[in-house]
């Protein structure tokens, strides 16, 4: 997708990322279930850039259609 480790995630569809945490991000994403993509702003600092600089782009993904799991999870409680 274009993305490497240490790249900074700077807006998601333009909305800024800075003070929010990623439940909010997450939470921002799945307001629009329908929306066929999300735009990622990215920051990639070179080896030359101080921290905080560096080149930006963007990042566009597809979204992939899931079919919903019915009680993915199951358990089992039993007395030791």
Known sequence: AGLKAGDFVTAVNGKPTKG???F???DQISEQPD???VTFS???EGENDL?????TFDV???R???MQVK???QYKLSEA
Not at 51 to 55: D, F, K, V, W
């Open 35 to 37: 929306a066929r993509s």
């Open 24 to 26: 909010d991000i997450i």
């Open 71 to 73: 009680d993915p999870v």
């Open 60 to 62: 566009t993904m597809e």
């Open 64 to 66: 992939q259609n899931f």
């Open 42 to 44: 990215i920051r990639r």
């Open 20 to 22: 929010r945490t990623a």
């Open 51 to 55: 921290s905080g600089e560096g080149a």
